[in-house]
Nanobody, 123 residues
Framework: QVQLVESGGGLVQAGGSLRLSCAAS????????MGWYRQAPGKQRELVAA???????NYGDSVKGRFTISRDNAKNTVYLQMNSLKPEDTAAYYC?????????????????WGQGTQVTVSS
């Protein structure tokens, strides 16, 4: 099994910054893409940012230029630096990882989600 544990959420004023972390642990052979999604009340879950094992990144249009995703492959950890936060960034933020696990001579890929961390931006 694999666990994703997020940290770093909280309450911040508009214009402020937060840094989210997500550490993966368990029976991990390696991790392909890692990413952050968010879901506000009454809205669908949306991509915030994603990063491949090679460091290629992809951002949602609403966060481009304000958020930066990075990862430490040695620690199986992904980070999300959020700057210039806006009230519309308020949501539960979820970590996501495509994990490769070694079975009996077979490597299989599974998708895992963290439990979510709340980010609230006050105006």
């Amino acid at each position: 099994q694999v666990q994703l544990v997020e940290s770093g959420g909280g309450l911040v004023q508009a214009g402020g910054s937060l840094r989210l972390s997500c550490a993966a642990s368990g029976s991990i052979f390696s991790i392909n893409a890692m990413g952050w999604y968010r879901q506000a009340p009454g809205k669908q879950r949306e991509l915030v940012a994603a990063i491949t094992s090679g460091g290629s990144t992809n951002y949602g249009d609403s966060v481009k230029g304000r958020f930066t995703i990075s990862r430490d492959n040695a620690k199986n950890t992904v980070y999300l630096q959020m700057n210039s936060l806006k009230p519309e960034d308020t949501a539960a933020y979820y970590c996501n990882a495509d994990v490769l696990m070694l079975g009996t001579g077979v490597i299989s890929e599974y998708e895992y989600w963290g439990q979510g961390t709340q980010v609230t931006v006050s105006s």
